[in-house]
């Protein structure tokens, strides 16, 4: 499986960008999908997550209510919608696959994309 994440660059503080994660190989095994960022000096942050079936998404208390996951099963793709943007989002964003759980945890995910960068001037 590989996961390959795009849609990162540069906006002001209260736009919006969206980012996308495009996977190729097989989905059988997937149970969780998830994004996940690092910003500069930090470790890896929980983001958002769900199931790759569908239903109830959860999200992290500081991107709730401005921040959407989805996926399309058909296209293989995960997607996370940014509104709102603040300075303190900026990080590289990475988009992860788990084959056990939807879970806010990084060492639950199997596979990962590379990280896509978003910069949020003020």
């Known amino acids: 499986v590989q996961l390959q994440a795009s849609g990162g660059g540069l906006v002001q503080a209260g736009g919006s960008l969206r980012l996308s994660c495009t996977a190729s190989?097989?989905?059988?095994?997937?149970?969780?999908v998830g994004w996940f960022r690092r910003a500069p000096g930090k470790e890896r942050e929980f983001v958002a997550t769900?199931?790759?079936?569908?239903?109830?998404?959860y999200y992290a208390d500081s991107v709730k209510g401005r921040f959407t996951i989805s996926r399309d099963n058909a296209q293989n793709t995960i997607d996370l919608q940014m509104n709102s943007l603040k300075p303190e989002d900026m990080a590289i964003y990475y988009c992860?696959?788990?084959?056990?759980?939807?879970?806010?945890?990084?060492?639950?995910?199997?596979?990962w994309g590379q990280g896509t960068l978003v910069t949020v001037s003020s």
């Open positions: 992860a696959v788990s084959r056990s759980g939807r879970s806010s945890r990084n060492s639950d995910y199997d596979y």
């Open positions: 190989g097989r989905t059988g095994s997937w149970y969780g």
């Open positions: 769900m199931k790759w079936t569908g239903g109830s998404a």
